[in-house]
């Protein structure tokens, strides 16, 4: 807390005040990231375009915001598993339930226009922040995987159009395998 009110120039008793401790300003700084995030992911949601559409919208928004704030997962693992209850879910509130609400939403469209097979919102939520937030979260391993010192605007359009291709191939109804598929 000191070093910020010294970089900030703001008394270090001020920010106490409005944020308590270091726990109360990360939450702080992963609502300011939550509102703007969870407002588009609502919009998203209400637009009136084909569910499949959306969520090629979607994968393009988190894989963007994790290239944006590699630390937002990071620092949402972090609140919830060493904060205290009330932080804990406070950030499940901003983060957590709104993504499973819109991942509701947007399977039920897709299942009832037949462009997405009927998974749970839950699982989908695992599959889709892991691989969006994976890439830039092993950072340390980049110059052995891709053979670069850091992922560049190009690398991370590569595997936008990489994710979005297998999340929507792998959810369409269309490329579903035989039986097997539930073993």
Do not use: W
């Amino acid at each position: 807390m000191s070093e910020i009110s010294r970089r900030s120039g703001v008394n270090s008793a001020m920010i106490k005040y409005y944020f308590d401790n270091k726990e109360g300003l990360l939450v702080a700084l992963l609502e300011r990231d939550a509102e703007n995030a969870m407002e588009a992911l609502d919009h998203l949601v209400a637009m009136d375009i084909p569910a499949d559409k959306k969520l090629k919208i979607h994968i393009n928004g988190i894989i963007n915001a994790y290239y944006k704030s590699p630390y937002l997962n990071r620092l949402i693992h972090y609140v919830v598993e060493t904060g205290r209850p009330e932080s804990s879910a406070r950030v499940t509130e901003i983060f957590i339930k709104p993504m499973i609400g819109a991942y509701r939403a947007i399977v039920a469209q897709g299942v009832e226009q037949g462009v997405l097979e009927d998974v749970d919102p839950g699982l989908l939520y695992y599959c889709l922040v892991g691989a969006a937030d994976h890439m830039f979260h092993a950072s340390y391993s980049i110059g052995t995987t891709l053979g670069v010192d850091r992922v560049s605007e190009e690398m991370k359009q590569k595997y936008l159009r990489l994710v979005s291709s297998i999340f929507l191939r792998g959810l369409s109804p269309e490329h579903r395998p035989p039986d097997s598929a539930d073993d």
